[in-house]
């Protein structure tokens, strides 16, 4: 259920309400038990409406963190010869250059490993050559 049902649902709930508020003393206890059951049914929902909204948004919030966090490491980046590094105190690049396709398709940051003078990313198992690594 999103938000603006959990909302039509409130407004149904409030209705209810004054329905109930404005009641006749002549209503029968039978019509009066059937308002109260609906009230109960419409709150129920509310609530179970306002949990789900308040998942989703926690999901939301961290998502955001997460993005906020890469976007961060990102910037903290230097690019030499197409490859981006770690970035030195001297901004320079510093250590292994970071695995180009799983920065593209997953936004990760990935190390490439030097393997008898191949570089691989331990990830997604690209292949590299030539590629520029610098001592920290």
């Known amino acids: 259920m999103d938000i603006m049902t959990g909302l039509a649902t409130a407004s149904q709930a409030i209705k209810l309400a004054n329905d109930l508020r404005g009641i006749d003393k002549a209503m029968d206890a039978a019509e009066?038990?059937?308002k109260i059951?609906?009230?109960?049914?419409?709150?129920?929902?509310?609530?179970m409406a306002l949990s789900?909204?308040?998942?989703?948004?926690?999901?939301?919030?961290a998502e955001i963190t997460d993005l906020k966090a890469r976007f961060k490491q990102t910037t903290e980046l230097v690019e030499y010869e197409g490859y981006k590094y770690d970035k030195g105190a001297?901004?320079?690049?510093r250590?292994?250059?970071y695995c180009q396709v799983c920065e593209q398709k997953s936004g990760l940051l990935i190390h490439l490993a030097d393997f008898r003078n191949v570089q691989n990313c331990p990830?997604?198992?690209s292949k590299y050559s030539?590629?520029?690594?610098?001592?920290?």
Do not use: H, M, R
């Open 32 to 34: 009066f038990k059937l």
């Open 37 to 47: 059951a609906d009230l109960t049914i419409a709150l129920s929902d509310i609530k």
């Open 52 to 61: 789900e909204a308040k998942e989703e948004i926690s999901a939301k919030e």
């Open 90 to 93: 001297d901004e320079k690049p």
């Open 95 to 97: 250590g292994a250059p």
């Open 123 to 125: 990830s997604c198992n």
């Open 130 to 136: 030539n590629v520029a690594f610098f001592g920290y």
